[in-house]
């Protein structure tokens, strides 16, 4: 189902993944966000959504490393996708209300070594927050 060229949508996903975990609680709205992100607005379907995800679970058995990961991501998208991605990301770490010190470490050391500058790190984060509040009806 997936192509070659799909390898950086499979890191991309693997990051995904990294996120949701790196707390040790892997939460409701996370897998719940994560489903959609795979299923519409990645992979354009279930199927192909269900076919990345285990593709990136293997790839982070694999290479579970930040580095290996960061890099397949970058290698296949633009600096202004890369900064897209790191909105994604925040939106994965906030699903579940609230930023702990290993997500926030993650996320700065996602922007250097995806090359994103950090004013726009902070802007994207300031993005998925006001998301994520709008989405719950909060002000």
């Given at each position: 189902?997936l192509?070659?060229?799909?390898?950086?949508?499979?890191?991309?996903?693997a990051?995904?993944?990294?996120?949701?975990?790196?707390?040790?609680?892997?939460?409701?709205?996370?897998?719940?966000?994560l489903?959609?992100?795979?299923?519409?607005e990645?992979?354009?379907s279930?199927?192909?959504?269900?076919?990345?995800?285990h593709?990136?679970?293997?790839?982070?058995?694999l290479?579970p490393?930040?580095?290996?990961?960061?890099?397949?991501?970058?290698?296949?998208?633009?600096?202004?996708?890369?900064?897209?991605?790191?909105?994604l990301?925040?939106?994965?770490?906030?699903?579940?209300?609230?930023?702990d010190k290993?997500?926030?470490?993650?996320?700065?050391?996602?922007?250097v070594?995806?090359?994103?500058?950090e004013?726009?790190?902070?802007?994207?984060q300031?993005?998925?927050?006001?998301?994520?509040?709008?989405?719950?009806?909060?002000?």
């Open positions: 189902m192509e070659p060229k799909d390898e950086g949508l499979v890191a991309l996903c990051l995904l993944l990294e996120m949701a975990h790196i707390d040790g609680d892997f939460s409701e709205p996370e897998a719940i966000l489903i959609d992100l795979l299923s519409h990645l992979a354009q279930i199927v192909r959504g269900e076919a990345l995800l593709r990136a679970q293997g790839r982070l058995r290479a490393d930040l580095e290996t990961l960061a890099a397949g991501v970058k290698r296949h998208f633009d600096p202004d996708e890369r900064a897209a991605i790191l909105g990301l925040w939106q994965v770490a906030w699903a579940d209300g609230r930023l290993f997500e926030a470490y993650m996320m700065r050391r996602l922007g070594l995806l090359g994103v500058p004013e726009r790190v902070r802007e994207e300031r993005f998925a927050i006001e998301r994520m509040e709008a989405e719950r009806g909060e002000p």
